[in-house]
Nanobody, 124 residues
Framework: QVQPVESGGGLVQAGGSLRLSCAASGRSFSGYRMGWFRQAPGKEREFVAAISWSGGSTDYADSVKGRFTISRDNAKNTVYLQMNNLRPEDTAVYLC?????????????????WGQGTQVTVSS
């Protein structure tokens, strides 16, 4: 089974940038749609972005559209989330998720495999 492993989180000032990575452990991400979610303390886990298995289709939450970019390199079995113009409200644990499917999805139950998450903290 696919095991996503996230990296790249950290502390950044408002307006700064970070790039998160999600690598596959166990088997290839080929054929899997990938998603990024985030969860802040005391809040529900929320959808951030998703990308199709080919990389040809993407979807973003309105709160990050125009600031975040999801991409993937299937040769490296890695998915990325480039985050620009970060805001304090982006502070959360960011999680990578996967499901073997050709259709994009936003709901948590549409993903089967989850990473442990990486912390992103944006200071004002």
């Amino acid at each position: 089974q696919v095991q996503p492993v996230e990296s790249g989180g950290g502390l950044v000032q408002a307006g700064g940038s970070l790039r998160l990575s999600c690598a596959a452990s166990g088997r290839s991400f080929s054929g899997y749609r990938m998603g990024w979610f985030r969860q802040a303390p005391g809040k529900e886990r929320e959808f951030v972005a998703a990308i199709s298995w080919s990389g040809g289709s993407t979807d973003y939450a309105d709160s990050v559209k125009g600031r975040f970019t999801i991409s993937r390199d299937n040769a490296k079995n890695t998915v990325y989330l480039q985050m620009n113009n970060l805001r304090p409200e982006d502070t959360a644990v960011y999680l990578c998720a996967a499901r073997k499917s050709t259709i994009l999805a936003r709901a948590r139950y549409d993903y089967d495999y989850w990473g442990q998450g990486t912390q992103v903290t944006v200071s004002s």
